[in-house]
């Protein structure tokens, strides 16, 4: 029976545990992109339900129209796709700026926070509001404070992500350098992206009192974080694999991405030069006593004679044709 000094140790830590690692957080992706995709579904339905309650339900009766539960449940499934978002790309800070920087993404955390509980404040409130303009009138300020925190959380954390980007260019290897331009170049796109148009709707909603327009730019507000979320998670295949060139040498990377050419042809179907093979022929003559042929060194050394002493063998190697040959043409 083996005991356990015989057992062999095996270390699972990168093999068997990275696969776990790795599944573990995929696990987690799933889940945060599962719960996106349900608030997503769910704001496209109160934005929806509201549209056709307003066209059908109550079609030629505006003086009905007075209460909107369908637009309060938007700012509530909106403020939490916001969070989300914007959850997850200031963790992804407090992991990679270095210390006392990763504060940075603790405070957008925690702001994040405050944001999606008056969110749900606001949209309790516009749930039972009998009039919009009154709603955005005495709920201004809130309103206001939360676009702007919005805003400021989206410029924090890309003006963040960019200057510790910025930092490992100056110091990273040139073979990386077009991976971390292209990291500069989605963090600029989707932090941008957010950012201005939280700033838009901030405008129209303070310069036009009595208007219903900036409710349209607000919908698409988080259409826009989750877009932006899902590119950035999309936009990992395409670093991984520049990533994967950049480290691998040139032979490799030249032979991943072309075809492999025949030796023989070229890559336009042009025969090249075929390989050369000489024939080498072995021929060995038997001499005997009373009978010496007349063979000369340098003649066996321009053939590449091997002479074998004893037994009386010579063995002659001829690259084209045997010295039997050369002996009956030279004679």
Known sequence: MATVGDMVHVDLTTSIGAIQIGTIFSIFLLGIVSLLWSLEVAHTACACYEV?????????QPYKYTTYPALGSTTATGGAITFLVQSFSAYRLTRVLP???????WICIVLGVLRFIASVYLANIAMHA????????????????????????????????????????????????????????????????TSI????????????????????????????????FLSS????????????NS????SERVSKHRPRVDARTSAFGYNGPQ????????????IHDDSEPH???????????????????????TPYKSRADSDRGAS
């Open 130 to 193: 009998t009039d919009i303009n009154h709603y955005a009138g005495k709920q201004g300020w809130l309103i206001s404070s939360l676009l702007g925190v919005g805003a400021g959380i989206d410029v924090a954390i890309a003006l963040s992500m960019l200057w510790y980007l910025a930092g490992k260019r100056r110091e990273g290897l040139e073979r990386i350098t077009a991976v971390i331009d292209k990291l500069m170049e989605y963090t600029i796109r989707t932090g941008a992206l």
């Open 52 to 60: 056709y309650r307003a066209t059908i339900t109550l079609y030629g």
């Open 197 to 228: 148009w939280a700033v838009i709707l901030l405008i129209m909603f303070r310069t036009m009192p009595g208007n219903w327009s900036w409710l349209a730019v607000y919908l698409v507000l988080a259409k826009l974080y989750s877009t932006s």
């Open 275 to 286: 390989a050369i093979s000489i024939e080498m022929n072995t021929t060995t003559k038997t």
């Open 99 to 105: 210390r006392p920087y990763s504060i940075i993404g």
């Open 247 to 250: 480290s691998l040498p040139s």
């Open 295 to 317: 063979i000369h060194d340098h003649e066996d050394r321009a053939y590449g004679a091997d002479k074998r002493l004893g037994a009386g063998h010579i063995t002659i190697v």
């Open 233 to 244: 998670l999309n936009a990992r295949v395409a670093i991984r694999e520049k990533l994967t």
